[in-house]
């Protein structure tokens, strides 16, 4: 009888295993750096986020591709490579001591718990959600619809333990990269890359952390939130404005008067008439 043929991913572990600790890196922890300082950027206020979200959606029409191409494939490969890696019990990378073994493990959980908000995160605001009661998220009023949707004191507890989560799977992540790639590979080279991924980790924590407490700030507070959304307003007809000049059409066209109604006539012979009262106008 002859053995069964070794499957796809025991005959390509190698590559697929620096693919999968690649892409953690490039582009999914990338994205997660911009995605988290971008957030941050609340903490100037409204119209500074407005003006970063804006910045983004001036691609246009070529967002969808780009967020398919540079964020979403690469995250769903890096998840289902590494929930494989979970479920066939793959040897680990290394030997690690006991604390390496704490990592190693919850390296693997907060990645579950990663996956998890993720999608709730992908489904409450990205306009993908929307079919399913989602996409809260109004790319015109950045702040405000976002501080809304983390109102909710378990919103914001859900949305804490998801960045915490993904932060730290991603910190850890890059030293077990170093590892990987065969980086670092002395206990001194280990200890170095341990200290800089940990002032990662912190810095992304914290950044993540106050931007979800600005939002709980803004939503929970009813005078903050419509401040918020008069600052988006004021900001979005300022943009509609200067599009219209790029398109060539006058933002403040002049509006022509109508003409008033003619006096009624008067008849020589007689009394003039009573003047009737003047008619509104409608635009």
């Known amino acids: 009888m002859s053995e069964s043929s070794p499957s796809f991913l025991s005959r390509n572990q190698f590559l697929i295993y620096r ?29 500074a986020f407005q003006a970063r979200v804006d910045m983004i959606h001036s691609l246009g029409p070529l967002l969808v591709p780009i967020e398919w191409a540079f964020i979403f494939l690469p995250m769903l490969f890096h998840a289902t490579v590494g929930f494989i890696i979970i479920s ?12 390496g073994n704490v990592r190693y493990t919850l390296q693997r959980a907060t990645g579950m718990i990663a996956f998890v908000f993720i999608l709730g ?4 605001l990205h306009w993908m959600g929307a079919p399913l009661g989602g996409g809260k998220f109004d790319p015109h009023h950045a702040t405000s619809s976002t501080a809304a949707a983390l109102a909710s004191p ?4 859900l949305y804490a333990i998801g960045v915490l ?17 065969g980086l ?12 800089v991924s940990a002032v990662i980790g912190v810095g992304l924590a914290v950044a993540g952390l106050s931007a979800i407490g600005q939002m709980r700030g803004i939503g929970g507070n009813p005078s903050r939130l ?12 300022d943009r509609e404005r200067r599009e219209r000049l790029l398109e060539g059409v006058p933002a403040d066209e002049p509006q022509i008067p109508r003409p008033a109604d003619p006096p009624p006539a008067v008849r020589a012979d007689g009394p003039s008439p009573i003047r009737p009262a003047a008619r509104a106008h409608t635009r």
């Open 19 to 47: 693919l999968f600790s690649l892409s953690g890196l490039v582009p999914v922890g990338a994205f997660l750096i911009v995605h988290l300082l971008t957030n941050a950027s609340v903490l100037g206020g409204a119209g």
């Open 184 to 195: 670092w590979t002395s206990p001194a080279a280990m200890r170095r890359a341990n200290a």
């Open 154 to 157: 378990l919103a914001t507890i």
């Open 121 to 124: 995160h992908i489904w409450q």
């Open 226 to 237: 419509e401040q918020a959304r008069r600052i988006e307003q004021n900001m979005n007809e």
């Open 165 to 181: 989560s993904t932060v730290f799977h991603f910190a850890n992540g890059l030293w077990t990269l170093g590892i990987t790639w």
């Open 88 to 99: 066939t019990g793959l040897p680990n990378v290394g030997s690690y001591a006991y604390m």
